[in-house]
Every structure is written in structure tokens, then in C-alpha cells.
């Protein structure tokens, strides 16, 4: 069976920065499970998959545009202290989560403090880097 919109498609990665430093990999764990379509994997990966079937493999390079994107200044904000919650630690790199004008969940990581600011970066930690991906299509249902 072909991936198309709606396939629930399982697969292995290898995920390396552009300097080949290994990120993350499945391959000796649990695959990676989604519906292909619902953007619930990077751009391009999904680009990629489609059409493919179980035993594709391949190696691609993707820039931030096809992967998690450019970095957005407007997502790097600041707060004063008093503004969390007592339970939040505030430490460089921490990730605070709170909600979007429409209620919907967001998360936050610390990226500097001083004496009456926290600074915030909403940007996903891979935004505006190269990645290289090695995978493999499991199965395609």
C-alpha cells in the first residue's frame, strides 16, 4: 500500500545536524507513528513519504523552511518574574508552557534571566538549522 492522505504510516530516523552530530534516532526503539496528512510530522518528511511504501528507505537533507523553520523573533518575548508561578523554576534553559490567545497550550523555553526579566523563546530548539534525516518506512495502513 502506497502512503497517501490519511495513510497511518509507521517509520524509523536517524535525525543529525548539519555538522553530522547525531540528535536523535528510533532505530532501536519504538518507531514513529502518525497520519499522513494531519501535519503531525515536519514538512518534509510528509513531502518525502508520499507515495512511498513499506521498505522505503532514504537520506535527505532539509533545510529549516521543510523541517522546523526559521527562527521567529516575534516568538522571543519576555516577562517579569512575578508573572510565574511560584512551582516554576526559573533556570536557563527550563521550558515553560502557558496558553495562546485561543487557549491552546504553548511552550516556552528560558532562554536568559535578569534582575526584573525572564526572556522566552517559543521557536522549536531545531528552528533554523539544516537536518539530516535517515529513514525508513516500517508499514503504511
Given at each position: 500500500m502506497r502512503i497517501k492522505q490519511g495513510s497511518e504510516v509507521?517509520?524509523?530516523?536517524?535525525?543529525?545536524?548539519?555538522?553530522?552530530?547525531?540528535i536523535d534516532s528510533t532505530f532501536d526503539g519504538e518507531p514513529v507513528h502518525y497520519v499522513h496528512g494531519d501535519g503531525d510530522i515536519i514538512e518534509g518528511l510528509e513531502t518525502l513519504f508520499e507515495g512511498e511504501e513499506p521498505g522505503f528507505e532514504a537520506k535527505v537533507t532539509l533545510p529549516p523552511e521543510q523541517a522546523y523553520g526559521v527562527t521567529r523573533e516575534?516568538?522571543?518575548?519576555?516577562?517579569?518574574?512575578?508573572?510565574?508561578?511560584d512551582q516554576v523554576e526559573l533556570?536557563?534553559?527550563?521550558?515553560?508552557?502557558?496558553?495562546?490567545?485561543?487557549?491552546?497550550?504553548?511552550?516556552?523555553?528560558?532562554?536568559?534571566?535578569?534582575?526584573?526579566?525572564?526572556y522566552l523563546d517559543g521557536n522549536h530548539p531545531l528552528a533554523n538549522q539544516t537536518l539530516e534525516y535517515k529513514v525508513e518506512v516500517i508499514e503504511v495502513a
Open positions: 509507521t517509520f524509523h530516523y536517524e535525525l543529525r545536524n548539519d555538522k553530522g552530530e547525531l516575534d516568538l522571543v518575548v519576555f516577562a517579569a518574574p512575578e508573572n510565574f508561578d533556570e536557563v534553559g527550563e521550558v515553560v508552557e502557558t496558553e495562546d490567545p485561543d487557549g491552546n497550550p504553548i511552550q516556552f523555553r528560558i532562554v536568559d534571566i535578569d534582575e526584573d526579566k525572564v
